[in-house]
Every structure is written in structure tokens, then in C-alpha cells.
């Protein structure tokens, strides 16, 4: 991938950022790759050389980095940093790296330091839960270690202490704690993943449509129904429930908007390669067609 730089920062940041964009070793797959949506890996794979990221878009990407080699500083005793574990899957090598290890009698805990968002704190992510217990997997496989505690050390982005909702965020660097996995969970996800991108990457060869990504995979927000009235610019009120937003607009003499859910992965082009979706461009095809 090649890095540009529109707005002319100094150049530390464009080699901090190519350095990074670069980070598995000699493995085939990356924790994080293996988690990614096949097509989004066999697309990245075919047109690296023509991607293009301008660094002053990988604020957030180069913070994270700044912060681990800031954090690298802090060494602390029984405390390993930043360690990459390879392992051999039935001829495939899967690797990770894992921010944090601390040794305790009990067990090793391992953490996991994410720069993120309240929302995105208060969601409970699946993938935090499936990366980590990888990570759990492969210390436990690899270094033959006990692993006694599973950890997200969140930095919340936009935390405001005033905001009283329960399940936010305490203060702007918060512990989560992650349930463990045995096991045989953890392998049986991995070889599902595996089996996954081996099985993209054959019918890719053989000139197949690549499988395409879920809603969930696009980040695909919620459909909803907005209640509104001639005259006014806001809507009285958004559903998702379609029946209940009906009713609601019979009540106000008014009508219902839909408005449909964005796939927020593909229009923000998070995934790095929508111009080159075939699934994404063909829905867009589609809408233009409509309007
Ligand atoms: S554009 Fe959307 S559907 Fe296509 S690879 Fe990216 S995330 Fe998946």
C-alpha cells in the first residue's frame, strides 16, 4: 500500500505509517487478518500495490502506534511488551502480537490497548472478546503458559466525564475485562476462520464471485422509520419498528420516511478496497439505477 501525503506533514509520520502498514512477520495470516472478512483480505492481497492511504486519515492508526511506543518506555518487571507469537496451523502460520503479558503466580494476563470510542466501549465488542482469547490460544499453545485474565485497556477517544449513563466508560483510560475461552473454543474458531479464507481464496482462483460480506462485517447501521409532518424539518420521532412508526404518524396526521441502514465499512471505505468490491459497487450501481 502505498502511503501519500496531500497535506504535506513532515515526513516522520508518512515513515511511522509505512512501517506499520507492514507488521506480521513472516506468517500467512495476522490475528487481525484472520478476523477480517475474507473478501476484504483476497482484495487488499490483489490490489496492494494500488491501494493508496494519505497518512493525515491515519490519525487515529498513528496515535495507536505513538501510544505503544510510548508505553514501550514504561517497562515494568514481569511485564513483556509487544511480543509476536507464530504458530503452525495444518502448514499455515498464523501470527499475533500482543501488546501486553504480565506474569503473576496465577497465570500470565494478557492485555490489549485499543484507542476507541465511548460507543464502541459500551458495545461490548464480539471481536475484542475473539481476538483476545486468539491471543490466550496462542500463549497458552506456544509458550505453554497458563493465561489467567484477558484485558482491553480502552483509551476513550471522546470521553466526557458528564455523561451519566451507566454502562459508560468510568474515566478516559478504562479496564475491560474479557470472558476466556477454553481451548478448544479458541482452535475450533481459529480452523473455522482458516477454512473460511482458504475456501475464498480457491473459488477467487477458480474466477468465483468472492463471498460476500455480512451486514455485520459492513458495520451495517440500523434501518429506521422516521415520523414526520408537512411543515416541519425534523422528524417528531425515529422507530425501528415500522408498525409502531405508522402509528404514530396516523396520531400526527403525518407520514413515515425510511431510512435505510449505511453500510458504514464500504461508504467510509474503512475496508480499503470498496472501488474494488464488486458487491458494494454493484449496490451502488443499483441505487443510482433507482434514484
Ligand atoms: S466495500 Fe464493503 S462489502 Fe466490499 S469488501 Fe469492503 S466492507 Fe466488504
Redesign the pocket.
Known sequence: MKITNKHGVPQTFVTLASKNSYTKGASQYSVTELMS?P??KR?RDKHDEEMEQDVSDMLWQLMGSALHNVLENGKTPNHLTEERLFIDVDGVVVSGQIDLQHDTPEGVLITDYKFTSAWAFMQNKKEWEEQLNVYKWLVESVKRKKVSGLFICAMIRDYSKHDARETYPKAPIQMLEVPMWDAVQAETYVRERLDLHRNSKISHHLGDDLM??TPE??WMSETVYAVKKKGRKTAIKLYSDLNEAQERATKENGYVEERLGE?R??TGNF?G??QW?K??QDELSTRTAEA
Open positions: 472478512p473478501k476484504i482484495l460476500d460480506c462485517e459492513r453500510p465499512r464500504c475496508c478496497v470498496s468490491c458487491q458494494y
